[in-house]
């Protein structure tokens, strides 16, 4: 197993900068894509980005592309979401969660850790 831990949520301030930061307190083996996924009550939860583990090739939803960016630290198994430019529908509960596919679909993810939340005013 690997249990993934997210931190970095809280308040922030449109138009500003937050950094989500998930770690794993096993190894990530270089065949895992990681992702960040985010939820808001009553909705799907929904892609943000993923990253593969081995090659660093990342993948965005067009609602952040330009304003956030996925990346990794391989020696400490930490993966992290930097969201700038937040705009208040980034405002959600962030998952990071572990699969072997480079996809965009949560069905391909079979790690999820707890959610941090992120709360933007405006």
């Known amino acids: 197993q690997v249990p993934l831990v997210e931190s970095g949520g809280g308040l922030v301030q449109a138009g500003g900068s937050l950094r989500l930061s998930c770690a794993a307190s096993g190894r990530i083996y270089s065949s895992a894509v990681m992702g960040w996924f985010r939820q808001t009550p009553g909705k799907e939860r929904e892609f943000v980005a993923l990253i593969r583990w081995s090659s660093g090739t990342t993948l965005y939803a067009d609602s952040v592309k330009g304003r956030f960016t996925i990346s990794r630290d391989k020696p400490n198994n930490t993966v992290y979401l930097l969201m700038n430019d937040v705009k208040p529908e980034d405002a959600a509960v962030y998952y990071c969660?572990?699969?072997?596919?480079?996809?965009?679909?949560?069905?391909?993810?079979?790690?999820w850790g707890q959610g941090t939340q992120v709360t933007v005013s405006s």
């Open positions: 969660a572990r699969g072997h596919q480079f996809s965009s679909s949560q069905r391909d993810y079979d790690y």
